[in-house]
């Protein structure tokens, strides 16, 4: 009969295993936030949009309005996506003013908008998809 032998790992162990944890969130993270740009770039595509630098410590991230029938939308996008908006990069930056919308009410406006292109009927309407009633 064996017995088994529990050994613990070593503190050069536990770092690696962190270190390779912390790269692989980073990289879902990274991922997803340029998948997110790609939608953004679309959208800014097929709306009247502008690009402004967003007062960040690294400088490393931008924001894009969007001007949609169903209000205004922006997204911060980091400096490595901006290949995705060279349609936005050669635009006069005159200043873009935030209509002060929260992140709730983009994504409700944003809603507002499928439903508008789906249906070709603008305003709100009972019962569609993403509603909470």
Do not use: C
Not at 78 to 94: G, V
Not at 98 to 123: C, F, M, N, P
């Amino acid at each position: 009969m064996s017995k088994e032998i529990q050994v613990e790992p070593d503190e050069a162990d536990v770092t690696r295993l962190a270190i390779e944890q912390r790269d692989e969130a980073r990289a879902e993270r990274d991922k997803a936030y340029r998948e997110r740009a790609d939608l953004v770039a679309y959208l800014s595509a097929n709306y009247p949009s502008q690009l402004a630098e967003a007062e960040s410590d690294d400088g490393a991230w931008w924001l894009v309005f969007v001007a949609t029938p169903s209000g205004q939308m922006s997204w911060h996008i980091h400096e490595d996506d901006l290949e995705l908006f060279p349609h936005l990069l050669d635009r006069d930056e005159t200043g873009v003013d935030w209509d002060g919308h929260t992140t709730e009410q983009k994504y409700e406006r944003l809603r507002e908008l499928t439903r508008t292109v789906a249906t070709g009927i603008y305003g709100p309407q009972r019962g569609a998809i993403g509603d909470s009633e």
